[in-house]
């Protein structure tokens, strides 16, 4: 009876020891993937290549997007360190407008041809700033079919109805502008291959020669109002920047 009780509390004691050498044996296994887990994330850490690092490796670019208004642009980039790149552009756009009738129709575009010096200010990151300038040209013609009211309606007529009550008379105009664009621009640019670009431009332009017609432009409705609008707006270089290109 003693034997026997002395057996099952030594093979109970084994079990316990052998569950205990499991336990620690985990335990062992378990710290060693951790620390390997950590020792990995460490290494890569060290290795991992900046936004920076692709900048100065990944010379070239090339691409298209939107930049200045809702002008269409393809690009080139030149990347001549880490931080420093030179952004060449070539924009083009506008818009058309026409009356409800069909009778009145205003058609302006601009186009835009320049480079801008981008830097990066961080290694670790795409933000940078930049500034710029280049040559914009601009255009619009407004064509309108206006009916010219007779008596005793005459007082709502332009100038340009006298002589013509009662009927319609047609005006075309055009004007013409080309000038000297500066620009600031700030934004983010992706890297590693293929690249999106985000960002703002804002500045203005000098002129060097300018045929604004949109004062003889027949003031009727808001046909004058709006012409003009456009004509000061498509003279301006400010807009978003949304392109996507390719390194190489």
């Given at each position: 009876?003693?034997?026997?009780?002395?057996?099952?509390?030594?093979?109970?004691?084994?079990?316990?020891?052998?569950?205990?050498?499991?336990?620690?044996?985990?335990?062992?296994?378990?710290?060693?993937?951790?620390?390997?887990?950590?020792?990995?994330?460490?290494?890569?850490?060290?290795y991992a290549e900046t936004p920076g690092s692709y900048r100065?490796?990944?010379?070239?670019?090339?691409?298209?997007?939107?930049?200045?208004?809702?002008?269409?642009?393809?690009?080139?980039?030149?990347?001549?360190?880490?931080?420093?790149?030179?952004?060449?552009?070539?924009?083009?756009?506008g818009s058309s407008l026409s009356s409800g009738s069909g009778?009145?129709?205003?058609?302006?575009?601009?186009?835009?041809?320049?480079?801008?010096?981008?830097?990066?200010?961080?290694?670790?990151?795409?933000?940078?700033?930049?500034?710029?300038?280049?040559?914009?040209?601009?255009?619009?013609?407004?064509?309108?079919?206006?009916?010219?009211?007779?008596?005793?309606?005459?007082?709502?007529?332009?100038?340009?109805?006298?002589?013509?009550?009662?009927?319609?008379?047609?005006?075309?105009?055009?004007?013409?502008?080309?000038?000297?664009?500066?620009?600031?621009?700030?934004?983010?640019?992706?890297?590693?291959?293929?690249?999106?670009?985000?960002?703002?431009?804002?500045?203005?332009?000098?002129?060097?020669?300018?045929?604004?017609?949109?004062?003889?432009?027949?003031?009727?409705?808001?046909?004058?109002?709006?012409?003009?609008?456009?004509?000061?707006?498509?003279?301006?270089?400010?807009?978003?920047?949304?392109?996507f290109g390719w390194h190489f």
């Amino acid at each position: 009876m003693t034997l026997t009780r002395t057996v099952g509390i030594v093979r109970s004691s084994e079990k316990v020891q052998f569950a205990d050498q499991l336990i620690n044996f985990k335990r062992r296994k378990m710290k060693k993937a951790i620390l390997s887990l950590i020792l990995v994330f460490n290494v890569s850490l060290i290795y991992a290549e900046t936004p920076g690092s692709y900048r100065g490796k990944e010379t070239h670019g090339i691409g298209f997007g939107i930049e200045g208004g809702l002008a269409g642009s393809v690009f080139y980039d030149y990347a001549l360190n880490s931080s420093m790149q030179i952004h060449t552009l070539l924009s083009s756009g506008g818009s058309s407008l026409s009356s409800g009738s069909g009778t009145t129709t205003l058609d302006t575009a601009s186009t835009t041809i320049g480079a801008t010096l981008r830097y990066f200010p961080s290694e670790n990151f795409g933000w940078y700033v930049g500034g710029g300038g280049g040559m914009l040209s601009a255009s619009q013609t407004m064509k309108q079919s206006v009916y010219c009211y007779s008596s005793p309606f005459t007082s709502l007529n332009d100038a340009k109805c006298s002589g013509f009550e009662g009927s319609r008379i047609s005006v075309t105009t055009d004007s013409t502008y080309s000038g000297l664009a500066l620009w600031g621009d700030a934004g983010w640019q992706g890297y590693d291959g293929y690249y999106f670009t985000i960002g703002v431009k804002a500045g203005t332009s000098m002129k060097l020669s300018e045929d604004d017609k949109t004062n003889e432009i027949v003031a009727y409705s808001n046909h004058k109002s709006t012409a003009q609008s456009h004509w000061t707006n498509i003279k301006s270089p400010t807009g978003l920047i949304m392109s996507f290109g390719w390194h190489f």
